[in-house]
């Protein structure tokens, strides 16, 4: 009796560890704690001169004080994040804007196809449209119940979590559609254009 009690509780756990493992892309390990990673000292702009923009090939670029974007439609996100460091982080729990929600108030041109996340500070990351939209991409400026911490980007991050953590810009101000592809910050230093992790795409040439 008691001996069967343990085979199964062993066999429940092995099956969650596996499942945790499909989950981990190549390369990668798990951790538990939030690492830090930022190219430069984290900005500190007081909210109050905070906005958001989309622009570039829309009709009417867009701006919203960061008033007007807490009263946007905002959800829950829940997503693993995989760094290029080599770091994954399962279940990661976030609040904010899709970038589908931000791109139903803009009339987008046709001719969009990319787009590039620029920020306070500089750093600028691109991604192809596709891998911004149908729920692969957010907003956001909570993060497990609590205000995004500076050092995690906020008040507000982008979150694309189906590519390399580099490609989640934090302190992000705005999004600029574009026709033609164009590489931030990381992508002009060597690492690759897209950064899938299922694909291993760390560096230029992947
Ligand atoms: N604005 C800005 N966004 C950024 C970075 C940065 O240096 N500046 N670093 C990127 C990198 S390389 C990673 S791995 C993640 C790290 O986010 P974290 O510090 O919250 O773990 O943010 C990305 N977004
Ligand atoms: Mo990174």
Known sequence: MSDRFISRGFVGKRRESTAAANRIPPGQHEVKDFPVLSAGPTPRAPLSRWTFTIEGLVKQ???????????????EFVADIHCVTKWTKLDTRWYGVGVDTLLEMVDLDPKARFLIAFCDGGYTTNLPLPDAVNGRAFVAYQYDGQPLAGEHGGPARLVVPNLYFWKSAKWVRGLRLMEKDKSGFWESAGYNNHGNPWKEQRYTGD
């Open 61 to 75: 670029p867009i701006k919203w004080t960061w008033d007007e974007f807490q009263k946007l439609p905002a959800r």
